[in-house]
């Protein structure tokens, strides 16, 4: 007979964590909901985060000091971050990794190359020293806005904000959420995860609330906040791309056009291209993750193989309500 497997550790990023007395006392004070993924979220701001990562929120409000150089990805979790982050990097740096064979990309995850501020950067008690990284430095976040760091609101570094259809969204996050439990928790239901959801208490949400902050922003001033969604990228990746390269100031040359550069970072950071890399089928994150994780399907409309029509309805109501008068749709 098989031995029974010790159920595998929780990410490290999700444990709760040694918080100073200071973090404890605060955490302890803010309403808190049962989590998807760990046992608990904390309402901050207005918008709901892990207990483990409220070292990370609050430590990166307090000590991130943006450059004017610096390009930070905003996204709504699993609206395609890890997708996103690769094609920044590639784009960004591109001068530098000039041999597609010799590409970073293809030996490390996107959230290593693109770390996020709150769940990597700030997650330790200690605050690391990031002014020897190189210009322009890249950062990702789940902020919402309203929670930004002052200095990345001051400055002039930009910011790349990517949502997706807020049904997709949910079902890579109950996916994800299942996948990260803990064994002892057993898996959260589709339907539990869809009424938080809805109510608003999932990882960054009030979803709608998150979106509308950025898009907002992204409105008021379009120079320094551009908005993306996950649907029109995979719909004309190549318009967006250049989009994004024209908002960044690094613009593809025509001597870059005639090379077809755009397409070989399309195809490079193409869901079958990383998703079948050995890092991404074997490698880990640091924090415990399975790079796997962040690869499931990366399509449009997986929904409908979810959601039933009663959800369909509510979240179509919720849609509706939240977003109208905004001009934003979904
Ligand atoms: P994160 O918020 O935890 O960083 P994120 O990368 O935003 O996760 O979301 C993962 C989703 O992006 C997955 O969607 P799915 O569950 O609907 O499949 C994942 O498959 C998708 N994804 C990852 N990489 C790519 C890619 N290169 N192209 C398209 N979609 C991708």
Redesign the pocket.
């Known amino acids: 007979m098989a031995t029974p497997q010790p159920p595998p550790a929780l990410p490290q990023y999700l444990q709760e964590y040694e918080f100073s007395q200071e973090n404890r006392d605060f955490i302890s004070s803010l309403p808190t909901e049962k989590g998807w993924i760990a046992n608990h979220l904390h309402q901050y701001q207005g918008f709901w985060h892990a207990t483990r990562h409220m070292q990370g929120v609050l430590a990166s409000q307090k000590h991130f000091q943006a450059l004017d150089t610096d390009i930070l990805l905003v996204?709504t979790?699993?609206?395609?971050?890890?997708?996103l982050k690769?094609v920044l990097f590639a784009l960004v740096k591109r001068v530098h990794y000039p041999d597609p064979q010799q590409h970073p990309l293809l030996t490390n995850n996107p959230?290593v190359l693109v770390p996020f501020l709150e769940l990597d950067v700030y997650i330790e008690k200690q605050v690391p020293d990031l002014t020897c990284l190189a210009p322009p430095r890249l950062f990702s976040t789940?902020l919402p806005y309203v929670s930004l760091p002052d200095s990345v609101k001051n400055s002039a570094c930009k910011v790349v904000y990517l949502c997706r259809d807020p049904k997709?969204t949910f079902?890579?996050l109950w996916?994800?959420a299942n996948k990260l439990r803990a064994k002892s928790r057993g898996t959260i239901s589709l339907e539990e995860a869809f009424d938080k959801f809805c109510k608003g208490v999932s990882l960054g949400g009030p979803f709608w609330d998150h979106v509308l902050g950025y898009w907002k922003e992204s409105l008021e001033r379009p120079e320094k906040v551009m908005f993306f969604k996950?649907e029109e990228m995979?719909e004309e990746p190549t318009l967006h791309l250049r989009r994004l390269a024209e908002f960044l100031g690094c613009p593809f040359s025509p001597e870059e056009e005639t090379q077809g550069v755009a397409d070989d970072i399309l195809r490079l950071?193409?869901?079958d291209n990383?998703?079948n890399l050995d890092v991404n089928q074997s490698g880990k994150l640091s924090s415990g993750e399975e790079n796997s994780t962040?690869?499931?399907?990366?399509?449009v409309g997986?929904w409908m193989n979810y959601l039933t029509d009663e959800m369909v309805e509510r979240l179509d109501c919720i849609n509706e309500e939240k977003l109208q008068g905004s001009g934003l749709k979904f």
């Open positions: 996204s979790p699993k609206s395609g971050t890890t997708w690769a959230h789940h997709d079902v890579s996916h994800f996950f995979k950071c193409s869901f990383l998703s962040f690869f499931r399907k990366g399509e997986d």
